[in-house]
C-alpha cells in the first residue's frame, strides 16, 4: 500500500526558511517521480517542484531560485527545501507520487506572516 507523509511545515516570518519531508512507502521509490504542490485558500493546487526518478528538476517560476527539492533514495524521501519565504508561499504544501494514477500525502500547512 502506496503511502506518503509529509512533515516539515510550520509559521514563519518573511525571509525565514523551512524544510519538508516526504516519507513514502509501498512503492520502489528510486524510480519514481515526485512532485510538490501547494494549495491556497480559494485557489488551484499548483506545482512547485518536480524531481524526475533520475535526479532532473523543475520549477515554478514563482519559486525558481528560492526552493529547492531533493530526494534520498536511502530514506525513501523527498525534501523540499524554501528559503526566502514570502507571504503567498502561504498554502497547504501536499506530496505526490507519479505512480499509477498517483497519490498525495494528507498535506502539511505552511504560513508565512509579514
Known amino acids: ?7 516539515g511545515g510550520g509559521l514563519v516570518q518573511a525571509g ?6 516526504c516519507a513514502a512507502s509501498g512503492m520502489t521509490f528510486s524510480i519514481r517521480p515526485f512532485g510538490w504542490y501547494r494549495q491556497a485558500p ?4 499548483e506545482l512547485v517542484a518536480r524531481i524526475s526518478s533520475t535526479g532532473s528538476t ?4 514563482s519559486v525558481k531560485g528560492r526552493f529547492t ?3 534520498d533514495n536511502a530514506k525513501n524521501t523527498v525534501y523540499l527545501q524554501m528559503n526566502s519565504l514570502r507571504p503567498e508561499d ?3 504544501y501536499y506530496c505526490n507520487a507519479e ?3 498517483g497519490y498525495w500525502g494528507q ?3 505552511v504560513t508565512v506572516s509579514s
Open 99 to 101: 505512480v499509477g494514477a
Open 90 to 92: 502561504t498554502a497547504v
Open 69 to 71: 527539492i531533493s530526494k
Open 16 to 21: 525565514g526558511s523551512l524544510r519538508l519531508s
Open 58 to 61: 523543475n520549477y515554478a517560476s
Open 107 to 109: 498535506g502539511t500547512q
Open 1 to 7: 500500500q502506496v503511502q506518503l507523509v509529509e512533515s
Open 42 to 45: 480559494g485557489k488551484q493546487r
